[in-house]
């Protein structure tokens, strides 16, 4: 029998790669904790575990699979060939969070080329079938999956289960479907799905008529340290210009570099400091060293205290080609900041940033524009409060309270 028919918990099964620490997966770990403290079933399906991952429910998974009672909140970990003597529950699930390792390797999902195309759809399809056998065997509720491969995954592996699909599109959906053989999968599995949700209204155009008129827009959630807390005087602020994300060429690191190299002679107490890592920093210290501002530049990588960096900074620096709703933004807007951000295609800058009211928008890779709106703010103190002061306004909208309210009455919907 069904367990969901025997019992009035509602069953939740998040799909997705692995926790690995990035917007998409810091976005499912506090779905998962807030339906859990809900009282929902929420199984967490993953590919694979990464070797730096975002916590859940407080703890780091184990090695090994794992009972143990965190917070109040039932948390297990499954590997795959367990899944199907551990999915049979009864109330104890009820608010509870369990992780199943799938073992599902999606790497040439749907990447065809002209060689080899059709083992690489055959792989698609063995890896599909797993999945499907696993959704047999947990029978939830509603599968909420995201990123890329991932949604066409869910929405294939679940056909004909009666088990509504929603699937997540977090970045610019254009990166996340390339190419003829992605694009013709969105084509024809997205209709399928019960519900599809957006970041940006800007995203909704890539997707065929019957998608948009499905696709909801849910905000990203600002985490409670983001919106406590004093906020410090623009005077006590310290002069220095923050970024904070993975460095990689997406974001754009060089084109803040070279901006800050040019204004640096006009704000010689000035110091840039980049939070983060990726396989760009060293190319990024390098640039720093050619345009010989080194002693000006801090790349420490991975920083645990971004709110006391963010109430310590003068100026915010968004400098990415394509964004979904980029988070750091976010959270920097959130604790009255003065930003400078990259109208990116996608359109989440545009969504928080009322142009020279609450923030500055600039076109993308425009360096001129950055130099010009870098030295404009930091010469104009008045200017930079009153930036701050209107960017905490949104505070409310983005509040975690708020935004799982949202997302909580739609998942009902779906389910319902």
């Not at 998962?32 to 575990?49: D, L, N, Q």
Request: hydrophobic share 40%; net charge positive.
């Amino acid at each position: 029998m069904n367990q969901k028919n025997t019992t009035k918990t509602k069953h939740i099964a998040l799909y997705i790669g692995s926790l690995s620490k990035g917007g998409a997966e810091r976005v499912f770990v506090n779905l998962a904790e807030y339906f859990a403290k809900r009282g929902y079933r929420v199984s967490f399906v993953t590919i694979f575990r990464s070797s730096n991952e975002y916590d859940l429910c407080g703890r780091q998974a184990p090695k090994t699979g794992d009972e143990k009672l965190i917070s109040g909140t039932d948390i297990r970990y499954v590997p795959m060939n367990e899944i199907a003597e551990n999915a049979l529950s009864t109330s104890i699930w009820k608010g509870s969070v369990t992780r199943y390792y799938s073992d599902i390797n999606d790497n040439a999902a749907f990447e065809i080329t002209s060689q080899g195309g059709g083992s690489r759809i055959s792989d698609f399809i063995k890896r599909t079938d797993k999945l499907r056998r696993i959704w047999k065997i947990l029978k939830p509720d509603l599968i909420l999956s995201c990123n890329g491969k991932n949604n066409l995954m869910a929405l294939a592996s679940a056909a004909g289960l009666s088990i509504p699909v929603a699937a997540y599109v977090i970045a610019m959906p254009e990166l996340e479907y390339p190419g003829r053989a992605m694009r013709a999968g969105v084509k024809i599995l997205f209709p399928k799905a019960k519900g599809i949700i957006l970041q940006t209204e800007r995203s909704r155009a890539f997707f065929p008529k019957s998608v948009q008129k499905k696709a909801k827009i849910l905000h990203n959630m600002v985490r409670d340290e983001y919106l406590n807390g004093d906020i410090p005087d623009y005077e006590s602020r310290q002069k220095l210009i923050l970024a904070v994300g993975r460095v990689d060429e997406n974001k754009r690191h060089d084109l803040m570099i070279r901006a800050f190299a040019r204004i640096s002679k006009d704000f010689p107490d000035y110091r840039l400091l980049i939070c983060g890592d990726g396989p760009d920093r060293q190319k990024m210290l390098d640039l720093a060293a050619s345009l010989n501002i080194s002693d000006k530049i801090s790349m420490p990588g991975v920083v645990t205290d971004i709110r006391s960096k963010l109430c310590s900074a003068s100026l915010f620096l968004h400098t990415s080609d394509t964004e979904g709703m980029p988070n750091a933004l976010l959270e920097a807007m959130c604790t009255g900041l003065a930003c400078i951000a990259t109208d990116c295609p996608c359109g989440g800058p545009a969504m928080l940033i009322d142009n020279h009211k609450n923030g500055i928008l600039i076109p993308v890779g425009d360096e001129d524009s950055l130099v010009h709106e870098m030295s404009e703010v930091l010469k104009d103190v008045s200017y930079a409060k009153s930036l701050g002061r209107e960017a905490l306004k949104i505070r409310d909208e983005y509040s975690a309270q708020n935004v799982f309210k949202e997302w909580e009455h739609y998942v009902e919907d779906l389910m319902n």
